[in-house]
């Protein structure tokens, strides 16, 4: 984990990258539970047996659950000391550039896009992640996070 004293020192690194987060594996289980807690139950995710002959050749991961570990990323990827908050201000464009086979490790790679200050005298953050599977060649999503910290 990167870590950084004040939101201040961020401000160099704009347009920079900022490292990356751990690694988790997303397997079966984790998207079973994702799938009853949206109702989200579509074959493709939650049906190995008939995923297998469909068009990813086995179950995969929904899109939305890959980006709703956003927050554990930001969380194992980068901290900033100085802040006592952190609130989701939500995404800018978000892509899901390639499918996910359950039982894949996921890890970000982050990119400060801008720092901007907001009322409450917070820090905008707007930061690209890009969300990268082991062993794939291109990131399986890639979304711009807001974020507001608060000192």
């Known amino acids: 984990m990167r870590i950084f004293e004040t939101l201040a020192d961020l401000q160099a690194l704009i347009g920079q990258p900022l490292g990356h987060s751990d690694w988790i594996t997303v397997d079966q289980s984790r998207v079973n539970a994702f799938a009853e807690a949206t109702e989200d139950r579509q074959w493709i995710h939650v049906d190995p047996e008939r995923a297998r002959t469909g068009p990813f050749g086995g179950p995969i991961v929904h899109g939305f659950l890959t980006l709703s570990l956003i927050p554990y990323f930001f969380e194992t990827g980068f901290s900033v000391r100085e802040t006592r908050m952190v609130v989701n201000y939500g995404l800018n464009k978000v892509r899901f550039t390639a499918p996910v086979p359950v039982g894949s490790r996921l890890r970000a790679a982050f990119k400060l896009l801008a720092l901007d200050d907001v009322a409450g005298g917070a820090k905008q953050l707007t930061v690209e992640v ?11 999503c890639v979304a711009e996070s807001l974020a507001r910290h608060y000192r």
């Open 130 to 140: 890009a969300i990268e599977a082991e062993g794939a060649t291109k990131p399986v």
